[in-house]
């Protein structure tokens, strides 16, 4: 099985699409084959990889998987980035069937695990992109994943709650047996040049770097502020293959050799 990595934030804002789209794209430059799965409804991250996709998408798997019939696999597609196959989330059918998980339960949240595990045989590495919630979905991919990695936006005090609601969802399932992997943090959007003389951004990477940090989030690395991270989607690449020159993508490229190491460890 390989390994699977899921991207989540507890809110809106954070790069939580970006992060996960630049490592899918930069751990596939270095020869994983790599399957991105969007798990959320506005498919933020399909848009990212081109709009690949046909009738088929992960609304599609979840539901055979729920009904035990065989598991659509052309649901997952290629995308213009080396190596980087995609299962779409499938956009107003996923929105709906959200609300059929939810009715489930613990079997609902289940469900993404055991779907995932009847298509992902050939790949090294499974990255599951979330909504900007902690419903259901999002709790499948996290009891789905080795390693869980949270965007932290340098730029908004809130996200420092965001990620002690997510820590507690995460010790909750961890307490209930039903997820054993780790978690780790990256800050985003970090620019000493316009935002070290804002007592927020000051603030809030003091809390997660510091001596006393305020939650034990080991930090994989921090992105900087770039335009492309704003401009990228809209070419259908992410910045390590669209802007290989760009300020971010030696971070997000470093990021993701962090992210695979830890995702070694997990399998020692």
Not at 22 to 45: E, F, Y
Not at 120 to 132: K, N, R, S, Y
Not at 240 to 257: G, M, Y
Request: aromatic letters at 4%; one cysteine or more.
């Amino acid at each position: 099985m390989p390994k699977t990595l899921t991207v989540t934030a507890a809110k809106g804002g954070t790069a939580k699409t970006v992060v996960a789209a630049n490592i899918a794209a930069a751990a596939g430059k270095d020869g994983q084959r790599v399957l991105v799965v969007d798990t959320d409804p506005q498919g933020d991250i399909t848009f990212d990889f081109g709009s690949p996709g046909g009738e088929e998408n992960l609304a599609t798997l979840l539901n055979a998987t729920y009904l035990n019939e065989p598991a659509p696999l052309d649901a997952i597609y290629p995308t213009g980035v080396e190596n980087v196959s995609l299962i779409p989330s499938g956009g107003t059918q996923l929105a709906q069937l959200l609300l059929e998980l939810a009715a489930l339960g613990s079997e609902g949240e289940d469900l993404l695990a055991k779907a995932l595990a009847q298509v992902c045989g050939e790949f090294d590495l499974v990255v599951i992109d979330t909504p900007p919630d902690l419903g259901p979905l999002t709790h499948g991919a996290v009891i789905a994943s080795d390693l869980v990695l949270v965007p932290v936006s340098a730029q908004d005090t809130r996200a420092l709650t965001a990620v002690q609601t997510t820590q507690a969802l995460l010790e909750t399932l961890r307490a209930e047996g039903r997820w054993d992997g780790r978690w780790a943090g990256v800050l985003v959007r970090v620019d000493p040049r316009r935002f070290r003389p804002r007592r927020a951004s000051v603030r809030i990477t003091e809390y997660l770097t510091g001596d006393d940090p305020l939650v034990d989030l080991p930090m994989l690395g921090k992105i900087s502020e770039d335009a492309n991270i704003h401009q990228s989607p809209d070419e259908g690449e992410p910045i390590v293959t669209a802007h290989i020159t760009s300020r971010s993508s030696p971070e997000f490229i470093a990021l993701t050799s962090a992210v695979l190491n830890e995702l070694q460890e997990v399998a020692a």
